[in-house]
């Protein structure tokens, strides 16, 4: 990608320092955003361009598959990938996951590696 346009990656997550420690892990190839929960998240896509979003599960007030069910229920957020972090290991998790919109899981704590090859993979 050309610095002229960068993908938005939009980071939720109720923990700051995984906000951070994502935020500096794609700040030199991607744009982030972050929200530190699920409203703040929807109201972002609703005003701004986001190409993806890495999405935690776990989170108070609105959980990962609450605000995934909402996002792709409205059209601005309908066709964005949501990529869910969590520390769950369960397959019903996963199921639950796929079943609200999701493409694809990543395990906490993240592997850099892995986090770089599916972002890049879901922007395609």
Known sequence: MNSIHRATVLIVDDTPDNLMLLSNLL????????????????????????????????????DGIETCRRLKANPAGALIPVLF?????????????????????????????LLFARVAAHLK
């Open 27 to 62: 700040k030199d190839k991607y744009a982030t955003k972050v929200a530190t929960n699920g409203a703040t998240a929807l109201q972002i896509v609703a005003s701004s361009k986001v190409d993806l979003i890495l999405l935690d599960i776990m989170m108070p007030e609105m």
């Open 85 to 113: 972090l969590t520390a769950k290991s369960l397959q019903e998790d996963e199921a639950l996951g796929r079943s609200v919109g999701a493409v694809d899981f990543l395990r906490k704590p993240v592997n850099p590696d």
